[in-house]
């Protein structure tokens, strides 16, 4: 019974020893994201990395999404003769949830994942303590650019998984389900409001800045060699995707929830 | 005279959790001075000069720098006493994502500032201090071997003419010949630099080439300070048997399965 106890309560605490430790990590990594000295070379790179080599996986994300969106809707809307609703359900699903969530979770596969494993190698090969004896912060050197990328990139992919998603859906509607092109064009301006798009791109921003705190998190204390590597990497991209699901609730419920 | 130490540990104790790493450290380095710290394996020497780097904070004790106390120090004043150490890495430590010249140029770079086209002029020089041609600065570091990361690593530690430089086990796998090398490269550059040294290392030849004095860490404690020469007649059996390597002994190893 004793062990038991011992057992509950060792586990409660490491986790509030975990929290503790991630809000210490958000709070520096946060305060050396907006106070100079930057690193503009760094912010570049991490732009180009997360921006621009992530476009093909978004981009195929997003048309299929639109385009299966636009099929499922159409088959199922039939039944009650709805099917003029095809074009507006795909824009608001697209902005409003889709591109944001699957955005976000193809984006913590790639990005989160390779943040965690090259800071985690980076701890494991003393590469971050050499920073420190170089007289380099590893928060402003490694974290900042990095989580600064993360949050001002992401909003800007879904923007362009908006558009391609709503273009799979147009795709679909018009070669495939006999749509006029006009009027499916304009079904899709008609219900769309600019609180759609901006609620998806907020959700992109939170998105990003929690898939690179993640990542930087679990690479930055990430020990033991290669399983430790290994271990921080997983970590990072389940404990992103988790919270990507739970912000993506709390973010709807912000915006729509009365 | 009475000169203040350059680096100076008094009772320094270190535990994670309930295992006791430092248990008590007293030691002063000179200024210009190279100390050696030998010892076991997991005997506490990286967390030694992790603490004095301040990577790691001691429980209890001082440690000075030039007299000034760093323990719990800001971190405004811990970035100035930064400036005044150079450290090369048990493996190196690399920065693998950029070339050897703007590792060997970090320090300068990104530390005071520097523009790159002086700091790569400067790091092309330290490159040829340890022996490496120009041209060994446009590759990456996994493009070299290991006694040439070594010495790139050195290069880096010597770049921005620190005051005082910490080796962590310098000549671990290099063969005989390499470390050699590298124990001489260590010992001329600090003198021309006029670094003051602190090393740790198992290796008893390159402790008896770099060091003025060895200090031994044993559970903890440092169980005797003496000029390099008295090493072979320390008078100390846990040395004799370090030194001679051992098996039976004082020292036992603590197997554990």
């Known amino acids: 019974m004793i062990t038991l106890l011992a057992t509950i309560g060792r586990v409660f605490l490491g986790f509030l020893a975990h929290v503790g430790r991630l809000s210490a990590f958000t709070a520096m990594a946060v305060s050396h994201t907006i106070r100079p000295p930057f690193y503009p070379r760094l912010i570049l790179r991490e732009f180009i990395e997360i921006g621009y080599f992530s476009l093909p996986v978004v981009g195929l994300t997003a048309v299929f999404t639109g385009m299966v969106l636009a099929l499922q809707s159409y088959s199922g809307f039939s039944r009650f003769a709805a099917e003029g609703a095809v074009a507006t359900v795909v824009v608001l699903s697209v902005t409003r949830e889709l591109a944001p969530v699957l955005a976000g979770l193809m984006v913590a596969g790639r990005i989160g994942a390779s943040m965690a494993a090259e800071i985690g190698t980076m701890r494991v090969t003393e590469q971050i303590d050499a920073l420190t004896t170089l007289s380099t912060n590893p928060f402003k050197y490694l974290v900042a650019p990095r989580i600064l990328a993360g949050t001002l990139m992401l909003p800007f992919l879904v923007l362009i998984a908006d558009i391609i998603g709503v273009f799979g859906g147009y795709i679909v509607g018009v070669y495939k389900l006999g749509f006029n092109s006009a009027t499916y064009i304009a079904r899709t301006w008609e219900f769309l409001e600019p609180l759609d798009v901006i609620s998806g791109l907020t959700k992109a921003a939170v998105f990003g800045f929690l898939i690179t705190l993640m990542g930087c998190y679990n690479g930055y204390y990430s020990k033991g060699g290669a399983q430790g590597v290994g271990a921080a990497t997983t970590n990072a991209v389940v404990s992103a995707a988790i919270m990507i699901l739970v912000f993506n609730y709390l973010i709807t419920a912000m915006f729509f929830g009365k | ?257």
């Open chain 2, 1 to 257: 005279m009475t000169a203040v130490p350059k680096i100076e540990l008094k009772g320094v104790h270190k535990a994670f959790g309930p295992k006791v790493v430092l248990d008590g450290i007293d030691l002063s380095v000179a200024r210009g001075e190279s100390v050696v710290v030998i010892g076991g394996s997991g005997t506490g020497k990286s967390v030694m000069l992790k603490s004095i780097l301040g990577l790691l904070r001691p429980e209890s004790g001082s440690i000075r720098i030039d007299g000034e106390e760093v323990v719990g120090m800001g971190a405004k004043d811990r970035d100035r006493i930064m400036k005044k150490f150079g450290m090369l890495f048990q493996g190196g430590a690399l920065f693998d994502s950029l070339k050897v010249w703007e590792n060997v140029a970090f320090g300068l770079i990104q530390g005071q500032r520097m523009e790159r086209a002086k700091a790569r002029d400067i790091a092309i020089e330290k490159l040829a201090q340890v022996g490496l041609a120009a041209s060994t600065g446009d590759l990456f570091p996994s493009e070299l071997s290991g006694g040439m990361q070594k010495r790139v690593s050195l290069a880096r530690a010597i770049a921005t003419n620190p005051e005082i430089i910490f080796f962590d086990e310098p000549t671990t796998g290099l063969d005989p010949i390499m470390a050699d090398v590298i124990n001489d490269l260590i010992v001329k550059c600090c003198k021309e630099v006029g670094a003051t040294a602190l090393s740790i290392t198992h290796d008893m030849a390159s402790a008896r080439k770099i060091s003025d004095r060895i200090a031994m860490l044993y559970k903890g404690k440092l169980i005797w300070v003496g000029p390099a020469k008295d090493i072979d007649h320390s008078g100390n059996e846990y040395v004799d048997q370090f030194i001679h390597g051992r098996a039976v002994g004082p020292i036992t190893m603590e197997l554990r399965a």
